[in-house]
């Protein structure tokens, strides 16, 4: 708390709070315009993110503010978009999203991490990966990350593999969210089915939430709930990985003792309380739909900010065979979550 305080007091913290202010002022007025509408503003202030880049001095100047942004405040709207969702509903849908969410989380992590070794990328980069493709993008690779232990000579290519492993996902999600949407007139799916194709088989929950809501408020709150669902298993699955990954570097002899600590979805606190706040006490419309308009500044914020944190010149030297992985593994995924929501949702 102290340290965010204090970065709060600096230039390169306001300087990122105006650069991607700006990126979802940007999406939000541009997503009102046909053709960009399809999109969504999160994505568009992902791309407006990215672009920004070019003014180089500008991001290395904000970088550690941009950092914060990108964690903190993706939570923060998602928090806010939980005045939106009924918890009614969500008991409805509760035990298929669920035993789908588990499904996808197991079955993607597997097979994203099998095809990057045999790829020949290495271990610490292939786990981080695929939790960042399975589970929930940038904030599943930081909330794995502490689970992997490595000697201090390797810290350094530690954090380049979380880095590289965030811009992979960033990027894939990025497209596939453009994907999804395009091909939505092609699926003929109620919007809740769409809304479970987004939110199971996305990666950040930011995607989710831009491409569930091509599709309408329906859409827009299942692809809430399916992806949460998945972010839900965050927690499991750290530790899950963590015993293995221990193991597994003890068989081949490069073990290290370390202490991981297990990552919780915070959050997701927040954003249960803001559910129960919006389902049970009468706020009125007016109150909620400005609140949801909020939650998409902070959102639209996060996302310029992840797109200004993007290292292309990582992904170019290390970063084509886990991204062919992570590419593989998404097709798979979409093709799998997409035929289940037409046959059980």
């Known amino acids: 708390m102290k340290a965010a305080l204090e970065l709060m007091k600096t230039r390169s913290f306001w300087l990122a709070v105006l650069m991607t202010l700006a990126c979802a002022i940007v999406g939000s007025v541009l997503a009102g315009f046909p053709g960009f509408s399809i999109i969504g503003s999160l994505v568009i202030s992902l791309l407006l993110g990215m672009v920004m880049q070019l003014w180089r001095p500008g991001v290395n100047e904000a970088m550690s503010g941009i950092g914060f942004i990108s964690n903190k405040f993706l939570r923060l709207g998602i928090i806010l978009l939980g005045f939106k969702l009924n918890l009614i509903d969500l008991a409805r849908?509760?035990?298929?999203?669920?035993?789908?969410?588990?499904?996808?989380?197991?079955?993607?992590?597997?097979?994203?991490?099998?095809?990057?070794?045999?790829?020949?990328?290495?271990?610490?980069?292939?786990?981080?990966?695929?939790?960042?493709?399975?589970?929930?993008g940038a904030a599943a690779v930081m909330g794995i990350s502490p689970q992997i232990t490595v000697p201090a000579n390797e810290e350094e290519k530690k954090r380049?593999?979380?880095?590289?492993?965030?811009?992979?996902?960033?990027?894939?999600g990025t497209i596939f969210t453009l994907i999804e949407i395009g091909i939505k007139p092609l699926l003929h799916m109620t919007p809740i089915q769409f809304g479970v194709m987004t939110g199971g088989s996305l990666h950040e929950i930011a995607h989710a939430v831009a491409a569930g809501g091509a599709d309408g408020p329906v859409s827009l709150d299942t692809a809430i709930i399916t992806k949460l669902s998945r972010v839900l298993l965050l927690a499991p699955a750290a530790f899950i990985i963590g015993a293995w990954y221990q193991r597994a570097t003890r068989k081949d002899?490069?073990?290290?003792?370390?202490?991981?600590?297990?990552?919780?979805?915070?959050?997701?606190?927040?954003?249960?309380?803001?559910?129960?706040?919006?389902?049970?006490?009468?706020?009125?419309?007016?109150?909620?739909?400005w609140l949801v308009k909020l939650a998409y500044i902070f959102l639209g914020m996060a996302m310029a900010a992840l797109g200004m944190s993007v290292n292309f010149k990582v992904i170019l030297t290390r970063g084509r065979k886990p991204f062919l992985a992570s590419a593989i593994a998404s097709v798979i995924l979409l093709v799998c979550v997409a035929t289940a929501s037409k046959l059980f949702f």
């Open 93 to 136: 849908a509760g035990v298929k999203t669920i035993t789908l969410a588990i499904f996808v989380v197991t079955g993607t992590i597997i097979l994203t991490y099998w095809i990057g070794r045999k790829l020949g990328v290495d271990r610490q980069l292939s786990i981080l990966t695929a939790s960042g493709t399975g589970i929930c």
């Open 160 to 172: 380049e593999d979380e880095v590289l492993a965030v811009a992979i996902v960033a990027i894939m």
């Open 253 to 289: 002899g490069t073990y290290t003792e370390g202490n991981g600590k297990l990552p919780i979805p915070w959050f997701m606190a927040g954003f249960l309380l803001a559910s129960v706040i919006g389902t049970f006490v009468p706020l009125g419309a007016t109150v909620l739909a």
